[in-house]
């Protein structure tokens, strides 16, 4: 697996972390609060990715 594969999987498990952990939290999850925490944690991301992990992990329809 290259470098950059890698990085992408660790952020992307990192993000899937946050929301699972306000989901808990809150009962709900918000792309926007997870991008927030995200960037404070000092994961650079986008709001399509958050996007793409909450619908993987079905806590968001697209």
Known sequence: MSVRSRAARQ????IGRIAKHLR???GQVRPGEVIDLA???GI???RD????????????RP
């Open 44 to 46: 650079k991301t986008s």
């Open 11 to 14: 952020r992307r498990t990192r």
């Open 49 to 60: 990715e958050v996007v793409h992990v909450l619908t993987r992990l079905r806590l968001h």
């Open 24 to 26: 808990q939290v809150h």
């Open 39 to 41: 960037v404070g944690c």
